[in-house]
């Protein structure tokens, strides 16, 4: 036979209420076995046993005719048309808070910088720390000649 500790008697308790004939057979004599045992259990069942009494003891509520009536007048959802609206929100949703937030740092990087860029001499010369020489850098930003003089662009 099946032994059970408090916790589990608390639970099947829940489950099952405190009459343990409606219980399922093991668990009934698992549970009887454990009452027999222990006052913590009895002090479980008997506490279960005055819920169930309040509970028992409540009026019985039904619902109006009219609800029912609607109820069972209300067709069964359409489980494709479910799944349909789940997967296109599931998909829609996300993609539009990625496209609105990237719209937002467009226009937060364009506005910043006031929709131009801004030639800063501070750009130059960090650029210049990472080059291999001073040479390239001039030859390509500016076309000048490194070969001799240098003579000035016209634009």
Wanted: hydrophobic content about 45%.
């Amino acid at each position: 036979m099946k032994t059970m500790d408090l916790q589990a008697l608390i639970e099947a308790l829940d489950r099952w209420g405190a009459d343990l004939s409606s219980w399922p057979e093991s668990q009934a004599k698992a549970a009887a076995q454990l009452i027999n045992e222990s006052e913590a259990a009895r002090i479980e069942l008997t506490s279960a046993q005055r819920v169930q009494q309040l509970l028992d003891s409540l009026p019985v509520v039904s619902a109006p005719g009219a609800l029912k009536s609607a109820i069972i007048s209300t067709p069964p959802a359409d489980r494709w048309q479910q799944f349909n609206q789940w997967i296109t929100a599931a998909l829609w949703r996300p993609a539009l808070a990625g496209a609105l937030s990237l719209l937002l740092g467009f226009g937060l990087g364009f506005t910043a910088t006031g929709g131009e860029s801004v030639d800063d001499p501070r750009d130059d010369v960090s650029l210049l720390a990472f080059l291999s020489s001073y040479e390239a850098y001039v030859d390509e930003d500016y076309g000048l000649q490194t070969n001799g003089p240098v003579e000035e662009v016209n634009e």
